[in-house]
Every structure is written in C-alpha cells, then in structure tokens.
C-alpha cells in the first residue's frame, strides 16, 4: 500500500519523468514558494494540527484525488516549519525541496536549449554554437553584430557538452528519485510508529477510563445499597414505636374506662374496686411511655470519598509499572572466562528507569538457597556481568523499574561463561616437517565443547604472520598440518556455548625435521632422561637390585626407553650420539613391543646393536633375533637414523663420514617409536629437529 | 685414437653401446662397453668404472649384473673394461685361465714377455678414463670404480694408489690380499717377478696400511657361499683388520647363502650404484 508513491514513479515513461517530479514534489508537500502564496491564506490552525500524519494517509490511498487538498496542508505545515517538525528535520526539507527546484528547473532548461533549436534545422542549418546567447547560431550569424562579440563553439562540441549535461543531470535525477524512495521508506517507517504510538495511547487511555468508570459505579453501587438498607431500618424501627404506641394508648383508653365505671359503683364496691385499680393504675403508670422518637427523619451528612478515584484519574498522565522484561538467550561468542554479557528488551511502551539484574550459578542437583545469588542495577537492557567462574553456568533473570513500580521478574536465562585456557603440554609436542601433534590439558574441570587450535607462521622476524585455525577438536590433542622447515607459534583455546577462551601459553614448532622427546614412562628404571628428554643415561653407581617386574608400558629386561616420534607416515631422521666403547641398541619398535623381550629379539623391533670385545666391534643389526653377517671398520660416533614409512625401510648411517651402514626392509604397518638401550652404563644423546643430510635421500 | 662402434642397444631409456680402440699402453685392439643414461643425453655425468674377474670380457658385466635401471636412474654412465690384453700373441698367453688372457690383474707387468702389452693398470687408470673423458658426455671429476673378484682387487688398488682420484669405491668379492693368496702369487710372479716388495704395490691390505687417508667409503659384498672364499683366494678378514686398524671406512657384508657368481653380484648391484651415486652425484 505505502508503496503505492514510489510505484507511480517508476511505473511512468520517460517522456512524463517532469511531471513525475512534480507530482512526487506535490506527495511530499515540497511545492514552490511562488504557489504558497496563494495557498497560504486558506490555513488554518486545526489543518495544522492534522498535517503531521493526515497527507500521508491519504497519499497512501487516494493520493491523485486528494493532491489538492493534502497538498495545502502540507504547504501550510511547511510554511509553519512545522511540517517535518514531527518526523524530518527542517534542513531535509530543504534540501528536498532544492534538490526538486533543481532538476525540475534544469530539466525544462534542457529541453528549452538543445532540443528544441535541433527542430528548427529544417530552416537553416545552424553549424557553430554561441555560448553567450547560448543558441545555435550559423557560422555566418557570427559576424552579424548580434553575436559579434560572442564566444562560439562548434555546434557539434555544443552537443556532446549539451549532452553530457543531460546525462549528468539524468544521473543526478535519477540519484534524487533514490533519495525520495528512501525518504519515503523513511516516512512510511516514521508513519508506522507514530500510528502505534498513539494507538498504544488510545488503549492507554481506554483502559484507565474503563478503570475509573468501573470504580465510579462499584462505589456507585455500594452507595445506594447502604442507603436502602438504612432506609429500610428506620422505617422498621418507627413503625413499632407506632405500634407500640397504638398500643399504650389502647389501655389508657380502657383505664379510663374502667375508672369511670367505678365511679359509678356502690360505696363498698367502689372501694374494693378502687384499690384494685389504683395498684393496676401506679402500675401502669408505673411502665414508662417512650415518646422518644428512635429514627431521625434527617439523613445524616453522608461524606462520599472519591479519593481513590482522583487517584485513579491522576494516574492515567502517569506511567504505568512495567511489565516483566524479555531476557534472551546467550549471544554466541559473548562470553568470556570471567564474564557474561547478559542482554534483555523491554516493551516498547514501557518506561523503564532501572532494571535489576539478578544472577545465581546453577549447580547441578542441588539448586539450593545456599546459592549465592546477587543483584545489580543498571540503566541499559545489556550489563556485562564480571568475576565470575570459567565454564560456568549461571541463571540470570531481571525486573524492570519505574516511579510506578517494579515490573514482574522476567523468564530465566542460563549463561555460560567461557572456558578458562587450556595449558598445552610443551613435554608432550613433537612434530616433523609436515605436521605437528600438540596435547594440552583441558584447564577447566567441566568438559568443554570444544577445541581450537592456532596457528602463526613466524616466516620471518617481524613479519606479521598470518594466523589459521583449527576448530573443533574435540579431544585434547590434534594432528596439525604444517609447511616444512618454517617455525610456528601455536596456541590453543577452550570453546564452550559462551564462547572462546583466552589463549594458552604459546608453544613453539620448528618443522625442520622430526622432533621427539624420550617417553620417561617407557623408561627402564635404571635409565633416566635428562631435562630435555633428549639424553638418557645408565649410571655406574646404580647396581642393579633384580629385574622388575614385567609391564606392558616400561622395559623391564632391556635396559631402554622409547621416543614419542610423531604418528605421521613419510620420512623421520635422527641421530644418536654414542661412545665407540659403549654397548647399546638403537632402532625402532611398534608401541606394544614386548618390554620384557630384548629390541630385535622379536618381530615388532627392528634394530643396531653395538658390543664392544675388546679388540672388536660387533654391530648386529636385529630383526626377529635375525642379524646380517656386516663388517664396519670405522666406529661410529654419531649413527643417523631413516626411518622411511613410504619405502618400508630403515636405514642406519655412521653421520661423521656419510657411511650408509644397513638397510632394513621392514612392514610397517603400524606406527613405530624410535628405541634406545644401553647395555653398559653410560649414555645416549638424540639429536632430532634436524635436516636430512643429503646422502641419506638415496638410501 | 678412433672408436668404432661394435654394438648398440636401447636400455632403460639409455644406450648400451660397445666400442674397439687401438689401445697405446697395451698395444693391442681393445673393447669396452659403455652405458649411457637418458640423462647423458642433456648433461655430463659421472662415471663408474666396472672391472670384471678372471676369464671375463667386457660381455660379462653388461649382459649378467642388471645393473641397467639403477644407472639409468641415478644418470651414471658405466664403462666395463675387458679383463687384459688380447691376441698379443704372447708364448703361453691362453694357457691358463687365471694367467694371461683374461687374467691381467690390474697391474702393469714388468717382467718379459708380459711387460709391452700387459700394462692394465694404466689402461684402467690413465687411457680409458681419457679415452672416455674426450668422446663421451662424463664429467671428469666424477669418477668411481667397482668390480668383481680380481676386479674387485683392481677397483680397491685403483682407488688406493690413487687418493681423490675416484669418489668411491665398491667391490663383490674381491681378492683382497693377493700376495698372500694362490691367484695372486702366481699373477704377480709371471707380471712383476720374484720380487714381492714389488707386489704390495698392487695389495689393497699393503695399500690400505699406506693410504695417506682421503675420505673413501668403501663397499664391499661377499658371498658367504664363495668357493674361492673357503679356497682362501678372496683373504677378506685381512683387509677388514687393516682398514679397521687404519680407520678407513668399509661395511663388508657377508651374504648368506651367496656363491662368487654374476647371481651373486645381480643380488646386490643396485646398492653398490647407489653407493656410488650418493657420492658421484653428492
């Protein structure tokens, strides 16, 4: 229906685009002063007051039929500056009705200029423009004395100027209908809420006087009742006095008569008689008469109170109390570890000059008065609620308040403060050139929903890296997948309804190579591995005491620990730093090796093993208690180590001469660690995190 | 110093190819075999020399061994060398199998009749290698040598009396110390006479006690199963004892179950290239 302007508009041809704008000028009341004029003297004050929302209405339905009518009031309203007074302000208006001066004026310019004159050709052809008479001129006017003095241009350079005016002022038209189409949505908005506004005034104002009338006719009632019932008393009451009355008058009367007949009696009768009657007389007069009359015929001052009334009345300008406000639901992402942001609405018809806030943690079970429960108030519908427990429910629920009263408490909401960070277990990070495993603790008691993984490629010092994500990992470690040889901070957060949690600690990847720590719970119990978890060593001191008992986790015969080398298939590469007089054993197994067997005495190890007999090195080279017959003659201080998942090989390298010493091929169908023994005390040193040398890529 | 080519043969994407020269230092018609590798087609590339056994040509290796793939792969260019001299119409040159035709070993005889022809060792250290250098796509810095049995002895003398000369060095079965062994007594002998001070000039286990210790990594494999082994031809163990003595660097395998022939070698050829590949193309 309010569309109904903006359709005309558009729906018109070309040819009546004027007349559109005028028509549109004369929708919003925005005519030329010169026509104000004549319409100014036909205002009256009354229109006025109409004019605010009346031309809209009936722009809205009958808008060609009613133009005249609105249209004045319209002109009168802005004439007052009282038009836009309610819903636009004065220098819109202006502007409006500038802008419709323009192109209307600019417009009939045009057509006046340039087109016409290019009608006329058929008379004489003109060739040169005067821009001082801004009409075509032929090129021989132009020593005429008319437009001697004149500036002239080529009439076809006069043209494309001319046009490119017409376009610009096309363009410029066309922005204003925008503009107007926008105005107008504006308006019809505005109309809207005024409409509602004021139909929420009439129900107001219905209801309270519907209040008062109904209190009017309850006292009304009540009145008239206590009257009745008191008429109704009085009037019993006099008429037994009269009865009564009646009644003592009857048996004066019959005294009397009695009286009177003794009088007439014998002596000796008389006085007998008058004996009798003299004691029935005091007796009678003995009862007093009540000439008392018991009702008064006045009514009494009746005092009617319409105080409550007044008030009544008094309070239909007031505002009312507000009615229960509407708490939402928590925003995604609002929350943070120690807050929530708690937001609600009101009515829009209610007044509200505070709200209070009240919150309570819920706890599952026991939702006790034990609960610590806490109010606040604030002015605006949102409050951000602090120093509150991480990964916490709390129930929120507000109330809204004015000089009437407080409103009803609304629904309860439940918001969840966001985790607290995760702490990732640095020990724990390994990785290699493709990928890194991060582990990390929950750091919040309840579960979380999920996790995030961060990640920062520090390419370069200085450069600010980009930073991707993982989301939603549900366990509290993930597999990341990483560009080879760069460095990268990694950070995680805790994600719950409420939203993320601050970030963990940092932990720093390096993908050069593959980096692993020794896994201490593998750890024999006569090795110990350094800090680093990169050196384990088998002291002198220690003398054995047994053999432990037999676990599934540590190595109790073989004196070895395992590395936690990254669960990713390609290539792995590490070195081992080891004495030439040392026995050891270093190679691979599968996780569930059995710890109570030597490395290389089954078929889930493959392994180097080195003793020394003095004068003889013996390297072994272990698979299945199976060893090649393979002669080294320079001892290794450093054996590298490939293992090759792609290939299915492991392949062993004395590092300080590039010598390839043997190559298993080995299934590998699961993942293996790497594995360390030491035969003899003394120690191992691992070096990993570091490039592939070159030799070792043929093998 | 005109090469006439014998034969061709498209190989794994390359050329096995053999040639006949007048050869200078043994003053007689040579052939040698060359395999040039796909990758010889648009660049230099490294050599490695093959020395073959006793009563071997250059045949042997090229149509026994297999080792076509794994050159064409690693882009080595191979050249197999014949084994001595022929038809010098030297008295008594084709009367023995392990003497004469067929048996040079790898040394530069200075005893008569032998000494004008039987100049091995430099053909196999000085001529071929420019022979090849001036008409074939290798790169001269980059060379290797390997061989089989007596050509085992010649890759290891080759490599020791020449430090930096050659990358790497690997041999199957090779007859380590041959002063001390029949084959060699008798080769050394008739070529270098009574001598033997003389003789441990061409010993890998005398050389290796010498080398002035230019990094060499040294591969050797020998079947566990090798007559000649038990025979005491091959005299390994006295190698290995003085390279560990000398720290020179070796991984001598002991095969199960191997004998001394070309099986034997086709077994474990592929990483005897690679061996050399991680050093020629290092």
Redesign the interface.
Known sequence: MTSEPRGAVKGKPQRDLEEDVDELVHLYGLEDDDELGDEFVNVNTPRIEISEYSPYMMARREAAMEQRDWRCSGEAAEAEDLSFGGWGSEGQCQDLREAYRYTHGRASEEYECYVIPEEEDEEEAADVFCVTCKTPIRALEKVLDEHKEHEVIPLSKALESAKDEIHKNMYKLETQIIEMENFASHLEEVFITVEENFGRQEQNFEYHYNEILETLAQKYESKIQALVEKKKERLEALYGQLVSCGENLDTCKELMETVEEICHEEKVDFIKDAMAMADRLRQFLETKTDVEISAQPALEDQNLDFSDVEQLLGSINTIPAPSAPVINPQAPNSATGSSVRVCWSLYSDDTVESYQLSCRPVQEGSRGKDQAEFTMTVKETYCSVTNLVPNTQYEFWVTAQNRAGVSPASECAVYMTAPSPPVIKTKEVRSCEEAALICWESGNLNPVDSYTVELTQAETPGASGVTESVVGIPTCASLVQLQPRQSYTIYVRALNVGGPSARSEPATVHTTGSYFRLNEQTCHPWLTVSEDGLTAVRSERRTPAGEPPPSNTHFTRCVAVMGDLIPVRGRHYWEVEVDEHLDYTVGVAFEDVPKQEELGANCLSWCMRHTWAKPRHKYEFLHNKMT???????SPKKIGILLDYENSKLSFF?VD??????TFSCQLHQFVHPCFSLEKPGCLKIHNGISMP??VT?? | MALKQISSNKCFGGLQKVFEHDSVELNCKMKFAIYLPPKAETEKCPALYWLSGLSCTEQNFITKSGYHQAASEHGLVVIAADTSPRGCNIKGEDENWDFGTGAGFYVDATENPWRTNYRMYSYVTEELPQLINANFPVDPQRMSISGHSMGGHGALICALKNPGKYKSVSAFAPICNPVLCPWGKKAFSGYLGTDQSKWKAYDATYLVKAYPGSQLDILIDQGKDDNFLSDGQLLPENFIAACTEKKIPVVFRLQEGYDHSYYFIATFITDHIRHHAKYLNA
């Not at chain 1, 001469?657 to 043997?662: C, D, P, T």
Request: aromatic letters at 16%; charged letters at 15%.
């Open positions: 090649p017959d393979i002669r080294i003659t320079v004395n001469i590039s010598q390839h010493l043997y070159k030799h043929f093998y």
